[in-house]
């Protein structure tokens, strides 16, 4: 599905430059659930990033289901990412002054699939209804708990039915109960058939990923 061949990435930030990411190979076949775990600065969210297309690397190649996505416009890029991810994030990225369901519509309104509005709106009632949030609907961010933004986010996420989901650090600022709970919706996601990759500062949680990376440094240590 993904293929990363010999990534690396380097910052240069005022003179200093930051090895990020070096020499990575990784497979993502599809049906994956891979969790990233390792030291802060090691480069796990660059990584994330680099696979969902929202950095590119300064060399190596990445395929999408066979096609070399480096010569690929910003146009195309931004069609690749619509299309094929979806993104979770530590601090959920919801908008706050849309209610549940406007932001979980939100990313149909970019999509090339042109639903109507109704139409639109029964996917995301469809999907808040499987997040556990169809009480919350009409709720804004402001009035939601800590999970259950992440839980809105997610479904955000997968409105656009993306075949990779991509999540850095999805429970960081949640306790471990809503942790818990927020894993157990993202293994049931998998289970349907959703391809998983999960950055986690958490080594119980990763360790109920099929796959777990650890990284050190920019590079892979660990693969089992
Ligand atoms: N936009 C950027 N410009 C310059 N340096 C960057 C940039 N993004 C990341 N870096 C550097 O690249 C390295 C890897 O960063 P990255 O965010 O991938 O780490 P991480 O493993 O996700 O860490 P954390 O667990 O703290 O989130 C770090 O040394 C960081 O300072
Ligand atoms: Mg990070």
Do not use: W
Not at 168 to 182: C, V
């Amino acid at each position: 599905m993904i293929e990363l061949k010999d990534i690396s990435k380097v910052f240069m930030t005022d003179e200093i430059k930051t090895c990020a990411l070096t020499g990575i190979n990784l497979h993502v076949e599809k049906g994956d659930f891979i969790s990233i775990m390792g030291p802060s600065g090691c480069g796990k969210s660059t990584l994330l990033n680099i696979i969902g297309h929202l950095d590119t690397p300064t060399s190596g190649t990445i395929t999408v289901d066979g096609v070399d996505t480096g010569n690929m416009t910003d146009r195309e890029l931004s069609r690749l990412r619509n299309e094929k991810f979806g993104f979770i994030f530590q601090s959920f990225h919801l908008i706050q002054g849309l209610n549940v369901l406007q932001n979980v519509e939100l990313p149909m309104l970019y999509s090339r699939e042109k639903l109507s509005h109704k139409e639109i709106r029964e996917r995301a009632k469809m999907i808040l209804e499987k997040v556990g949030l169809s009480s919350r609907m009409k709720h804004y961010v402001s009035q939601l708990s800590g999970g259950q933004c992440q839980r809105a986010a997610i479904a955000r996420a997968m409105i656009t039915h993306p075949h990779i989901l991509l999540a850095d650090e999805p429970t960081g600022n949640l306790d471990s109960r809503m942790g818990k709970e927020i894993m157990d919706l993202l293994l049931g996601l998998n289970m349907d058939g959703t391809t998983v990759v999960m950055v986690t500062h958490d080594a119980r949680l990763a360790s109920e990923a099929k796959t777990c990376i650890t990284m050190n440094d920019g590079e892979i240590t660990d693969l089992s």
